[in-house]
């Protein structure tokens, strides 16, 4: 009897499970808060330089399906340069639920935030301004 097809299968199975399991379900919209008062004492004005900005994404729950959603929303911005998870202790489980995002002058995190809630990633907030 062959052992690994039938592993394959359950992990297979348990990784879709999980996955259905931890998506954004649009009943999480209700629930959303403001982001500017997530935010609220960092600004979100446009910037006027270019730079770095650590943005937390608590309804981020993989970095397998969840993740690339958000790259792809917030790289749709011409002002974004570059998304990044933020570095992970075990590159299989996602312990911070944070991107890092390279921008160009005149990046809106007010924007970006109002992209990922609508992106189904409410609650997002700035976490820190690097640049």
């Given at each position: 009897?062959?052992?690994?097809?039938?592993?394959?299968?359950?992990?297979?199975?348990?990784?879709?499970?999980?996955?259905?399991?931890?998506?954004?379900?649009?009943?999480?919209?209700?629930?959303?808060?403001?982001?500017?008062?997530?935010?609220a004492?960092?600004?979100?004005?446009?910037?006027s330089?270019?730079?770095?900005?650590?943005?937390?994404?608590?309804?981020?729950?993989?970095?397998?399906?969840?993740?690339p959603?958000?790259k792809?929303?917030?790289?749709?911005?011409?002002?974004?340069?570059?998304?990044?998870?933020?570095?992970?202790?075990?590159?299989?489980?996602?312990?911070?639920?944070?991107?890092?995002?390279?921008?160009?002058?005149?990046?809106?995190?007010?924007?970006?935030?109002?992209?990922?809630?609508?992106?189904?990633?409410?609650?997002?907030?700035?976490?820190?301004?690097?640049?």
């Amino acid at each position: 009897m062959k052992k690994a097809p039938i592993l394959a299968a359950f992990v297979a199975a348990f990784v879709a499970a999980f996955t259905v399991a931890i998506w954004p379900s649009d009943s999480d919209d209700d629930q959303a808060s403001t982001p500017q008062a997530a935010s609220a004492d960092l600004a979100l004005t446009p910037v006027s330089t270019d730079g770095e900005m650590t943005l937390d994404v608590p309804k981020m729950h993989c970095q397998f399906a969840c993740f690339p959603k958000v790259k792809k929303a917030l790289e749709g911005s011409p002002e974004v340069e570059s998304v990044a998870l933020v570095p992970q202790e075990d590159e299989m489980v996602l312990t911070r639920r944070a991107v890092v995002v390279t921008y160009k002058k005149g990046f809106d995190p007010a924007a970006a935030i109002a992209t990922l809630t609508k992106a189904g990633f409410p609650d997002s907030s700035v976490a820190s301004e690097d640049g």
